[in-house]
């Protein structure tokens, strides 16, 4: 059975009061309420509230993700943070491949190929997102796009390395827009995207992977989604800003 896994991704948001502040009444909630039992809870703030961040949450079954790294391990890259840096303040996950980088920072499958290298040389997790956009999806392209997106990048590692990684579904016209898939279209893709597992590395590997979904998840249709067989749970951007919403999320 699969833990269900709750990411929220607070991109470019929150100050260092804010954050703090949500992390304390975050903890202090899911401990009065005992809302963590056989579920993962990741919270992805912004890089310079990483370190209070996992300081606040230590000892605790909560953790932290960076939601970038450069694909070099050092050097001259003025204005980059890498995994040897994170790793150094304990950050153990990082989230790669997402539509908002590959769309606004050009990352292409060659370079995340790259940056899935370096975050395993550091032990990080890879919380690896895939998606197609409105127009692969009008044309009926989402099965070719996801695929090719695995193939070139999750699917050059060796089956030793999968067990670092989640993957998560995010149709690209569903992130911030407040259209989700339906859970029905979110079901066949997750499937689909177990079947390539099942090929590509077997029967045990596929059935561990996590494979979340993400795109305007809220409190109120979280529940549906997370009924699907084949959705391991979400990958939370606008929702996951809110507290209670956050929690209704964890706990549907
Ligand atoms: P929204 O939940 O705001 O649609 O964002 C999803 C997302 O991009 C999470 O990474």
Redesign the pocket.
């Known amino acids: 059975m699969r833990k269900k896994v709750f990411?929220a991704?607070w991109?470019m948001n929150y100050d260092f009061h804010e954050t703090t502040f949500f992390i304390r009444n975050l903890l202090k909630i899911v401990f009065e309420r005992k809302i963590n039992h056989n579920k993962e809870i990741i919270l992805a703030p912004s890089f310079p509230f990483l370190h209070i961040s996992n300081q606040i949450l230590q000892g605790t079954n909560l953790n932290i993700a960076a939601q970038n790294i450069h694909h070099k391990d050092k050097g001259s890259y003025t204005g980059e943070v890498s995994a040897y840096m994170l790793k150094s303040i304990g950050v153990k996950n990082v989230?790669l491949g997402?539509?908002?980088r590959r769309e606004f920072f050009f990352e292409e499958n060659n370079v995340l190929s790259e940056k899935i290298k370096i975050a395993l040389k550091y032990d990080l997790n890879i919380i690896f997102?895939v998606g197609e956009s409105f127009y692969e999806r009008s044309n009926d392209q989402q099965f070719h796009i996801v695929k090719h997106q695995l193939k070139e990048t999750v699917f050059q590692c060796s089956s030793d390395k999968i067990k670092s990684f989640y993957i998560?579904y995010?149709p690209i016209w569903?992130?911030?827009?407040?259209k989700t898939a339906t859970f029905e279209q979110a079901q066949t893709m997750h499937k689909f995207i177990r079947n390539l597992f099942l090929e590509k590395y077997g029967e045990s590997i596929s059935n561990k992977i996590s494979i979340l979904y993400?795109?305007?998840?809220?409190d109120i249709n979280a529940k549906d989604f997370f009924y699907q067989k084949d959705i391991d749970g979400g990958?939370?951007?606008?929702?996951?800003l809110k507290l209670e919403k956050f929690l209704k999320i964890v706990q549907s």
């Open positions: 990411i991704n991109k989230i997402h539509s908002e997102c998560a995010e569903a992130i911030g827009t407040g993400g795109g305007s998840l809220n990958l939370i951007g606008n929702s996951s």
